[in-house]
């Protein structure tokens, strides 16, 4: 049996791993975040990922997947290295390759025999080849020509259904340059051949380019429903009955049809800059994929404005903001809308009581860490008005109730289920104001106004 070490065991790298492991693979996941390795070691997820824990600990009992921070054993014990490691955008939008490039490095250092290194991560065209040349540069540092190759394998799994995309994904697209690499991955996923998956052969560049395709491609659904949904604020239109009618037609599919506070996440924002910036690279304009990303930076802007006008002036304005990563199921708040928005809310003058199920505490650990906050808890003795004058500007609420409390305004960020059930009586009793901000279309208008709101949404007529 092939085999395999994922190196990298983030969202991508750990659902990779743990569904393979499912496969009936024997997996090594490594990390170079030995907290993260000895959390894993000891049975505690690191992420927030539906079904993954159980998975998890399932196939450590069976000694399917074993987790590492000691690259050297990882590539002695395997055939197959997968490459799982962040892409994050560099200063000018392109992608940042140095934890791939290192990753690739390393390799190079350990393996003493023929491997096959499989990209995951989201990376720039070219980037294949790349690593080809470091660790043909690296073997040969050590006086060695060993024999590997090179294939592009990209994610499609989405946080918050990723067990579940990973093992009913709608394709697996494999790039490769020869027909050995290809039959050991296509082998990796029999089991996903086996329930009729499709699978898509392609040389490396192109399937490093159908990943960014995709991905602005969906940013672009999104960026364009929520440039309609503008405009039927504006003329009073309704934008569900618009993308209910548009995604009827077969050439253009319901999905990702909704308008919310623009796109976030650690994928569509960083992969449209990446594409702007490959074109650029290339000589190539890439016009739409450029207006989608300023597109989406103004649908941030104009939640914050819908508030502004609504409440005249955002200055001693307590807002009660619900969600804070960048979709419901995950607590990733890389690139999450809610975080610009709150931060454009304080400079406004406004003081934000946050409350997310899951995201508190990446929250707290990276976006909001230099803003002066409270925890709630701590502030209960003291009045709301307090909060709205005094030093804090973000205050972490027990839950949903406690950041309604006293607040002028309620705003909803995330669509998570238990924000579409809330008491509206029991909110509207505790608030200090009475306006309603559902960027994410989970009420009907009539539903919330009854309560004294004054509710608005995107793109549907006010009640
Ligand atoms: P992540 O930040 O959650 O995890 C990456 C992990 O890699 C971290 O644990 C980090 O410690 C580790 N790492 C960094 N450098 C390393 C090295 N040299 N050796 C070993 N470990 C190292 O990232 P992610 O969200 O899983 O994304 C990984 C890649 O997959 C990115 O390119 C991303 O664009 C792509 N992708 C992500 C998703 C998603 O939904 N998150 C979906 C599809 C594709």
Known sequence: MVSISIIGTGYVGLVTGTCLSEFGLNIICMDTDAQKICDLEQGKVPIYEPGLSALLIKNVSFGRLRFTTDIASAVAASQVIFLAVPTPPGEDGSADLRHVLAAADSIAQHMADYKVIVNKSTVPIGT????????????????????????????????????????????????????????????????????????????????????????????????????????????????????????MDGRIGKFFLHPGPGFGGSCLPKDTKALVNIGQEHGVRMSIVDSVVKANDFQRRRMVNKIETSLTDLKGKVIAVLGLAFKQGTDDVRDSSSIPIVLELIEKGSRVKVFDPQAMENAKKLPFADIASVESGRYNDVVQDDFAAGPFKIMYCADEYDAANGADAVVILTEWNQFRHLDLARVARSMRGKRFFDFRNIYEPADVSKFGFDYESIGRPRP
């Open 128 to 247: 294949g080849r790349k690593v080809k040349e470091i660790v043909r540069a690296g073997l040969e540092r050590r006086g060695l020509s060993l024999d590997f190759d090179v294939v592009s394998n990209p994610e499609f799994l989405r946080e918050g259904s990723g067990i579940r995309d990973f093992m009913h994904p709608d394709r697996i697209l494999i790039g490769t340059d020869n027909e050995k690499s290809r039959a050991i991955i296509r082998d990796i996923y029999n089991v996903l051949y086996l329930i009729d998956t499709p699978f898509i052969f392609t040389s490396i560049e192109t399937a490093e380019l159908v990943k960014y395709a995709s991905n602005a491609f969906l940013a672009t659904k999104i960026a364009f429903i929520n440039e309609i949904a503008g405009l039927c604020d504006a003329v009073k239109a309704d934008v569900r009955d618009i993308a209910k009618a548009m995604g």
